[in-house]
């Protein structure tokens, strides 16, 4: 299964969010819907879940968050609980993503506390992780990677239906429109799918997706699924164009056949 997510930071107001949903749920319609192999999910600020969530409602376009609060309720000013967002209809939620690290100094620990929330609720993480660019340069790049992955999923053990994606997103490449080579992003999915190895069972392991992140859009997408490793796509500024994404979910299903 082929993962591509659309990222829509605080781009957009709710009316044109749910525009956009609507408009993307009408082209992947018309261009490929029903095709199994990919999963095209939208992401949208939370004060759109709801309409994007009318917008989505029986079509095969599914809902994520982009951030989520590791308690079901209380005293939290400003959070949202994964039980609202499985009861918004999310599938998915992106946690983890280096703007909320650099900005909202979110920290390995509470990534972890988000994740174990959401497996709770069935709900699938999009777990963000990535260097940035003097991390790279100086040669860590795959020891944070790795740290990031192993704290991430500690006493993660996802079973049935539950699923976990680890998106690989390199900090310093995020909204530049220059991605990393599909060779190089290949390589640290393999060190990723090594950590994994390491800490999760085979069953669990088996419900964990890799994907790649940072500058995607319809002319790299093919180079980064033509590699075996690579198993979907989280998108920024690309998923906000309705034609260039559903482009994107059309070389998505061809590449899952
Ligand atoms: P970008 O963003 O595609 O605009 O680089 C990716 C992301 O932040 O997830």
Redesign the pocket.
Known sequence: MIHLVG?W?MQLNETESEALAKEVVRLWAAQGAGKPGATVVICPSHMALEECAKAVKGTPVALGAQDVFWEDKGAFTGEISPKTLKELGCEYCIVG???RRQHLGETDDMVNKKVLALLRHDITPIV?VGETFEERNAGKRDAVVIAQVRAALANASPVGNQRIIV?Y?PRW?????KAVAPQDAAEMHLLIRGALEEILAAEARERCSVIY?????AKNLAGFLAMDVIQGA??????LKPQEFATMAEIAADAAR
């Open positions: 990222n930071k993503h280096s703007e963000c998106a997103e490449v995020i909204g530049t429109g992140g940072g500058a995607v859009d989280l998108v920024g500024g690309a998923s």
